[in-house]
């Protein structure tokens, strides 16, 4: 369970560096995991980068936050119904 946060975590970082300056949003990664475990993402990307994101939705069964970045915007998007991560950048 921790390695995989971690994993995800670390995911998220390295993702940073391929974050193109496009409009359209791109995928950079979709990964099964669950609620709880996509939140610590959050943390700890948010931790990682010093960055406190965004809110754009939390409600019982969704969050999303978009972290601004100079080259662009991170967006991770926890979904607690498909237990599903979507991470992706614009």
Known sequence: MVKTVLAAALSVTMSLFWIG??????????QHLSYEMCLKVISQTSDKLSITPKITVDSSDNHKVEYTLSDGKLIIICD???????????
């Open 21 to 30: 300056t496009s409009e359209a949003e791109t995928i950079i990664k979709k």
């Open 80 to 90: 607690k119904r498909s237990q599903e991560v979507l991470i992706l950048s614009r």
